[in-house]
């Protein structure tokens, strides 16, 4: 578990193919002293899970579902990414709930400065839009962060420049893409509001007006 609060900004030092899957070293100025081999970090919020490690880098093995959910896939040798190891029961909650697990792959579609801020657009999927609200929390790149407000898809952001400091945001420009992690809390609430019908094989959601109606929902 993770609070989307980048404590570095670390480098992709080696991407191996092995056996179909990849195999990532990231260099970072992480205190290291206190990781365990199984450990998850966070990289560009992607749960990763710690198999090798050093003073100033550590290593990962990438699944094939990671590569096909996730930017992973496209990382190039000497990018920058966020990182964030997994938060303590004692840790200073500065973020929001953040698994590490990333929903989908969002595009940048508008960069542009705002008085001291920069101002983001960023379009996601249509099949996670209905997991997004105004003023609600989204994890873009493993950064925790507030929407501003929602035009359908599109979501609008600002980052103020403590978060352009301490993250890999420099390098977002119109069209990059990035990881998209929602709420956890909106993912549950759907499934309990679904019931019985959450066991049905059909993937794609039962809620509508007329359900929530004909559940006392709506009055």
Partial sequence: MFTGIIESVGKVESLQSVGGDVRLRIQTDLDMSDVHLGDSIATNGICLTVTDWGDHWYAADVSRESLNRTTLGQWKVGQRVNVEKAMLPTTRFGGHIVSGHVDAVGEITVVKADARSIYYEVTAPVEIARYLAEKGSVTVDGISLTINYLRGNVISLNLIPH?????????????????????????????????????????????????????????
Avoid: C, H, P
């Fill in 163 to 219: 978060t352009a400091e301490r993250t890999n945001i420099g390098t977002w420009q119109v069209g990059a893409k990035v990881n998209l992690e929602v709420d956890v809390l909106a993912r549950y609430i759907e499934r309990l509001l679904l019931g019985n019908k959450a066991a049905e094989t059909k993937q794609q959601s039962k809620i509508s007006m007329d359900f929530l109606a004909e559940n006392g929902f709506l009055k």
